[in-house]
Every structure is written in C-alpha cells, then in structure tokens.
C-alpha cells in the first residue's frame, strides 16, 4: 500500500526519527486487534482519540503532521485516518445512521480486511431478519427436543421401580431378580401341561377337578406352603400327559405327587403314613412309595419348573398399591384356575398370573385396571389378557353354586380377607359382558 509522508523542517527530523522508533516498537509489542466495529456518532474525533491516545499522554504538543507521519511509518491504515482528519464533517449533512469503521491488525492482509468490512455492512441490513430468523429455529428445535424427551421419559417415569425398597434385603437379590423372572419366562414352556385328556382313555376333566379340589382340602390340613399347592398340580399334569392312569390310581398320583412336592418345598415335610392316613387307608405305604418313584422317573427328576405361584408373588408386588385384600383376590382366582383343566391346558404358568391380577383389580374397583409398572413387569398388555382373566371371572362368579367347595370355603375365611364372599365379580369382564 502507498504511503506518503510529511516533509517536516530539518530541525525537527530527527525528532521524527525518533518517535517513528518509539511508535513503531509500541505497535510491535501491542497485541493484535481483531475485528472491532465501532458505532461512533464523530468518526473523526473518536480514531484520532484511539490512535493519538498513547501518544498525548506522552507528549501532548506533538502536531497532528507528527502523527500522521508516525502511523504512516508503523503501516498503520492511514487512508481512513488521513481521511478523517483532512474532511470536515459538517453536522447538517452527516448520514443518518453512523458510520462503522473497521480497525484490522497488522497481520492481516488488504484482502481479509475488505472482506471483514463487507462483512460489518452486511450486519447492519441483515442483523434483524437473520436474528429472527435463528430465534424462530431455534425455538422450533428447543420445542422439538423437549418433546422427545418428553415422550422417552414418559413412560420410563411411570413405572414404578418395585425393588427398591429391598435394596438392603440380601434375601430379597434385588441385583439378580430381573435376570431371575427372565429365567423363568424363557423356561416356563419346558414345565408347562398341554391338552392330554385325548392320551387318557379311564379319566376326564370333571375327576381332575374332583380331585384338586381333594387336594386343596389336604394342603389345608397340613398346613403346607402355598408353593407346595401350586407344585403338586404341576406333577400332576405332566405326568398325567406321560403316562395313562386307571381312575383308581388317580387319588394315588394325587398324594405321591404332593408327597414329592412337600420334599422339595417344605422344611417339615408330612411322612409318607400321614398321605396313607388323609386318603382313609386306600393305599397302603408301599403302593405310595412305588409310585413316587414312578413319577420321579417320568419327570426325569425335573422340578424346578416355574408354577404360576413365582409369577404371582412378583405381579402382586408390581400391582401398587398392593393390600391383603389385592393379594388374596388374585390368588383365589389362581387357584380357581388350577382346578380347571381348560385354563392350564390353555395358558402359561405366567399369563394365568396376570390374568388373576387383572381380573383381581378389576374386581376390587382398582383404577387403571391395568398400569405401565404391570405392563413392565409381566411383558403382558391388557389386551392379552383379556381372555384368560374372563375365563377366571367366570370361575369366579359359579364359584358359590358350584359342587367344588374346597377353595370357596378356603376364601371364605377372615385370614383370607373373606375376598370370596365379600367382593362380587368384575362386571367388565363378566360372561354378560362379553
């Protein structure tokens, strides 16, 4: 870029010399200015202010020739000074909006400061539309993201974390039970009775339900864990689908089975002369200990299989609020499922639990009858199990007429909450209504 500079007297020339030194050192220990734009209502007087400022408070007589040659030697932009100081601005033709004027490093080049001032003007006419512009965007993003998070922890805040209470039960492997109901979900088919009443030609449905509802009445009398109930009907069936049974061994397997279950449940397991005894001595000891045998070999030994009882005492907890009354509801309606063929050759050990919850909210008024945390929990909507959970309300509502009393009067008892006798059957899912 041209320069040009002051012809000064001679006497002051080395004074020149001087300051040009001074000056020039000052910008080469200075910092670099990047883009400074300045709205100044004089542009004259506010760049000879900033340019002349470290100057005057040196020398305060140094002309503005002396100046001028000084920035003219540092490479400073001294067309805009010079500018500046040779036009006079007058007040009554000044432009209405103030001049920006850009101010670029030393380092920069000519052609980055052409840019930066196209760059500055641009601003001015496109600094409101775009600001709107990016606002409106901007609003429409932050709007969009907070929906989407919404919906991901909509759900996530609806279920209810029903461990965490036994954080510190160690009985209760909080770490572990998740793994543990998966386990069972994928296993349950391997322990699960289907149709066999076609594979026995002396036996029916109506003397299998005679006899569990036999059996109710002898876990009562010996005040067995409900886990032993629900294992007994489990041996039962897959036995029965193994091997065919004259009618009078059908109470034999009865007992053998239960005897076989209360080993592996019970702490205290009944002998085998108290079986003998509860079945009025129609069998002697040996007759029970042969067919126990019998049945263990059929089984291959296979107990531990996943009974709706496991099922039951997880979905009860996930019903929140849980109560007594909510807790003996859906075990009697599991046990009025047990006696009947159809729904344990027809559903798994998992969805006849559930279907009992459903059907025990139901019953009890619980609203919604079906939550996110049950939904989580069992895998299962209310949809499907809908099916299942009429079938149950159905059992439910013949239950006092019918001829097989055993688990009525089981539930018709105070430590039961009387939940037999003091809650009518869920209307919505009641034969009428279906």
């Known amino acids: 870029m041209a320069s040009r500079a002051a012809v000064l007297p001679r006497e002051q020339q080395p004074r020149v010399e001087n300051k040009q030194k001074m000056v020039a050192g000052e910008v080469r220990n200075r910092r670099a200015l990047k883009e400074i734009g300045n709205l100044v209502a004089d542009p004259a007087a506010n760049v000879t202010k900033r340019i002349t400022r470290n100057a005057a408070e040196k020398n305060k007589k140094i002309s503005t020739e002396l100046v001028n040659a000084a920035l003219v030697a540092a490479n400073v932009g001294v067309g805009n000074v010079v500018a500046a100081f040779a036009t006079k601005v007058d007040p009554a033709q000044r432009p209405p909006e103030p001049e920006v004027i850009v101010i670029s490093s030393d380092d920069e080049s000519e052609e980055e400061k052409e840019e930066q001032q196209a760059v500055q003007e641009g601003r001015k006419t ?52 998740d793994d543990i109901y998966n386990f069972y979900k994928l296993t349950e088919e391997d322990g699960r009775v289907h149709d066999y009443m076609s594979s026995q030609p002396d036996i029916n449905v109506k003397m299998r339900s005679i006899l569990v509802d036999w059996l109710v009445e002898v876990h009562r009398k010996f005040e067995l864990m409900p886990e032993t109930f629900y294992l007994t009907i489990n041996i039962v069936d897959r036995f029965l689908s193994m091997k065919a049974v ?45 067919m126990e045998k019998t049945i263990l070999n059929n089984l291959e030994w296979y107990l531990t ?9 997880r979905y009860i907890k996930a019903s929140t609020p849980s109560s007594k009354e909510m807790e003996n509801m859906a075990f009697y309606l599991a046990e009025l499922g047990m006696m009947h063929y159809p729904v344990v050759s027809s559903y798994s050990p998992s969805v006849i639990a559930a279907s009992a919850v459903y059907a025990a909210r139901c019953t009890l008024h619980r609203i919604p009858f079906w939550t996110e ?10 949809e499907h199990l809908r099916e299942c959970a009429k079938l149950l309300v159905n059992l439910h ?17 105070s430590d039961r909450c009387a939940v037999a006798l003091l809650y009518v059957p869920a209307k919505n899912l009641s034969a009428q209504q279906s």
């Open 373 to 382: 945390t049950l939904k989580h929990y069992t895998g299962y909507s209310e």
């Open 246 to 290: 004259h009618r009078k061994e059908l109470q034999l397997v009865g007992i053998s089975s239960m005897l076989i279950a209360s080993k592996y449940e019970e702490i205290w397991a009944p002998e085998v002369n108290d079986f003998v005894l509860i079945s009025d001595n129609a069998y002697v000891r040996q007759q029970v200990l042969v």
């Open 305 to 313: 299989v996943p009974t709706p009882y496991v099922f039951l005492v």
């Open 126 to 177: 496109r600094g409101k539309s775009a600001s709107k512009n990016v606002k409106a965007f901007s609003s429409v993003l932050t709007a969009r993201s907070k929906a989407a998070a919404g919906l991901a922890y909509k759900l996530k805040d609806l279920v209810v974390n029903i461990d965490s209470s036994d954080m510190d039960n160690e009985l209760a492997a909080t770490e572990y039970i």
């Open 397 to 413: 509502t013949a239950a006092p007429e019918s001829k097989l009393r055993a688990i009525y009067k089981k539930f018709c008892s």
